[in-house]
């Protein structure tokens, strides 16, 4: 998947074609202005206020606290987007994509994730620093406990859209009792995989800042002590030795350079017992050698500027399992996430 500037009738896709329209005002101004337009609507309640009947901007506006001519032109906006549709009377009803999306209590809801944007536009808005100087952001070091909760909130929001996949495609041992999720976060996935394999109980290990705001989105799910948090540093903390039959690395890699990633591999191959699985959870990295996609060389940036590393390739984490003595498999591609996908490897008997 990719932005960029699609024809809305024949003369655009023509356009287009020849090159006519003015693409970097669109990728620019036009993505800036859409963005903010979809995080004010899921914030202003906008997706809510419509769920259970069509509205007028008016009575939109007046269920949300909002101010009714600005709030007109914003659901227009949503419209030309897909979110919202327009009847003859004037009012607006929310499409499917809305529904499946944005609600709150919709099972792919991306409705945290998108508010947790707020935070991400000041982290975007410092590239031009990264880019200058080379330094990274430090996000983990500078959030304040508002924007803890937001990202912990996020990323629950975004493992909801993506945990029946990763149900499906977790190559979890016959018989397998214990689960180690290093930052693990929410925990969702570990839960999801709990509710599948009876026997399986599971530690979710994070950094004290993030346990404390996901301790509240773990304990909603009812699993009790069958999944617990752990605080720890993913860089120091002992995993045990032959203690799991699963360990779980989802979204955690992009945030560590490469010595720190070699080395929660080695340390979490160790804790494997034999027999268990290492599943590493990722995006894809940009292919040195081929083309991987624009998704993919955004997210790469995006983990560059905000953390230490940036993407690894599913090559490098192969070899490295196979360093720490694992059997790497083939990397999985997942089909609900375009871009992302598992590396894992097993721990030979
Ligand atoms: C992008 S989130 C991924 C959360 C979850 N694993 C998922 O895939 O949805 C990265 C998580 O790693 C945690 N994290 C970052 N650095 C860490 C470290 N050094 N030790 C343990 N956890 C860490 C963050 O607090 C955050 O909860």
Not at 261 to 281: E, F, K, N, Y
Request: glycine fraction near 10%; aromatic fraction near 8%.
């Amino acid at each position: 998947m990719r932005i960029g500037p699609i024809g809305e009738n024949l003369l655009e896709r023509v356009a287009v074609l020849l090159r006519l329209g003015p693409r970097p005002l669109l990728e620019t101004h036009g993505t800036l202005l859409l963005a903010q337009a979809l995080m004010v609507a899921t914030k202003t309640g906008v997706f809510e206020a419509l769920a259970d009947s069509a509205l007028t901007p008016g009575q939109t506006a007046s269920l949300c606290g909002t101010d009714e001519r600005a709030t007109a032109r914003l659901l227009r906006v949503l419209e030309a987007t897909g979110y919202v549709r327009a009847a003859t009377g004037g009012e607006y009803s929310l499409t499917a994509d809305a529904r499946r999306w944005l609600l709150k209590d919709s099972s792919h809801s991306l409705h945290d994730n998108v508010l947790f944007r707020f935070v991400e536009w000041d982290w975007i808005g410092r590239l031009e620093g990264f880019v200058r100087s080379g330094r990274p952001l430090d996000i983990h070091a500078e959030m304040t406990g508002h924007q803890w909760e937001l990202y912990q909130r996020g990323m629950r929001s975004l493992a909801g859209a993506l945990a029946r996949e990763v149900v499906l495609r977790t190559p979890v041992p016959r018989g397998a009792r214990t689960m180690l999720d290093i930052g693990g976060s929410h925990g969702f996935f570990a839960v999801a995989l709990c509710r599948c394999h009876r026997g399986l109980r599971a530690q979710i290990l994070d950094l004290p800042e993030a346990v404390t705001r996901a301790a509240p989105i773990l304990a909603r799910e009812g699993l009790g002590d069958r999944v617990v948090h752990r605080a720890g540093d993913a860089r120091m903390a002992e995993f045990g030795i032959e203690t799991f039959d699963l360990i779980l690395i989802s979204n955690l890699i992009h945030h560590l350079d490469q010595a720190e990633s070699r080395d929660v591999i080695w340390r979490a191959a160790g804790a494997l017992r034999r027999g268990g699985v290492l599943v590493i959870q990722e995006f894809f990295a940009p292919s040195a050698t081929g083309y991987a996609g624009q998704a993919a060389a955004l997210a790469d940036l995006y983990f560059a500027l905000t953390s230490e590393s940036g993407t690894q390739s599913f090559e490098d984490l192969a070899a490295w399992q196979k360093e720490a003595g694992l059997a790497p498999r083939k990397p999985i591609r997942f089909l609900s996430f375009p871009g992302a996908g598992q590396q894992n490897a097993v721990k030979p008997r």
